[in-house]
Each structure stands twice: as C-alpha cells, then as structure tokens.
C-alpha cells in the first residue's frame, strides 16, 4: 500500500487542522492505520490509530481528548482532526499503514509510510 499525507499548515495555538492520508491499493480495508509525528530534535512519536474496520481508535496521552482519528474504507483515506492545538503539537506529522493491530501501533514500526506534512502551531 502507498500512503500520501497532506493539509498540514500554519495554525494559531488553539485552531484546528484535518489531515488526511490518501492510500492506493485494493486491500486497504484490511490495514489499521496510524499517525505519528516527529518534532525538530526528537524523535518520532505516536499519536493515533484505527482499527482496520475504523471500530477501535487509540491515542497517546498528549492528544487524547483533541484529536480524532477516522477511517473511509470506500475512499481509501484516513484522518486526524486536530482540535485545540498547541505550539508542543508543531512537528512533521506521517501517517503509516500496517496488517498488524492498531493497538500494537505503538509499539510495533508500521511496515508502511507515507511522506510528512508539517504541522506549524504558533503561540
């Protein structure tokens, strides 16, 4: 499966963004998805995933409660609205596929990635 993440930008601490990772290939119905991110100087980190069937969602303590992740098996795409931002949310955001579970997401390095999108929250 081929991933492309997109809708990064420049957000004011507090602002919302949807990114979206669109992927080819007819089984990616069968593929739990994820987001991670990498900020300047550290290193990457999870944020989210979703179960193949969009059922099960888990997130990392930093996001819970602002962001969702969400699954459209007949467009092929996966999302993470990112609500009440804050500057510490500022890093290159991927989104990464795998046939694994989503709950080991976190754990396990996704066999499949797309290219980042930036993500810029201002103070």
């Known amino acids: 499966v081929q991933l492309q993440a997109s809708g990064g930008g420049l957000v004011q601490a507090g602002g919302s963004l949807r990114l979206s990772c669109a992927a080819s290939?007819?089984?990616?119905?069968?593929?739990?998805m994820g987001w991670f991110r990498q900020a300047p100087g550290k290193e990457r980190e999870f944020v989210a995933s979703i179960s193949f069937s969009g059922t099960y969602t888990y997130y990392s303590d930093s996001v819970k409660d602002r962001f969702t992740i969400s699954k459209d098996n007949a467009k092929n795409a996966a999302y993470l609205r990112m609500n009440s931002l804050k500057p510490e949310d500022t890093a290159v955001y991927y989104c990464?596929?795998?046939?694994?579970?989503?709950?080991?997401?976190?754990?396990?390095?996704?066999?499949?990635w797309g290219q980042g999108t930036l993500v810029t929250v201002s103070s």
């Open positions: 290939g007819r089984t990616f119905s069968s593929y739990a």
């Open positions: 990464a596929a795998d046939i694994n579970s989503a709950q080991t997401m976190d754990v396990l390095i996704p066999p499949y």
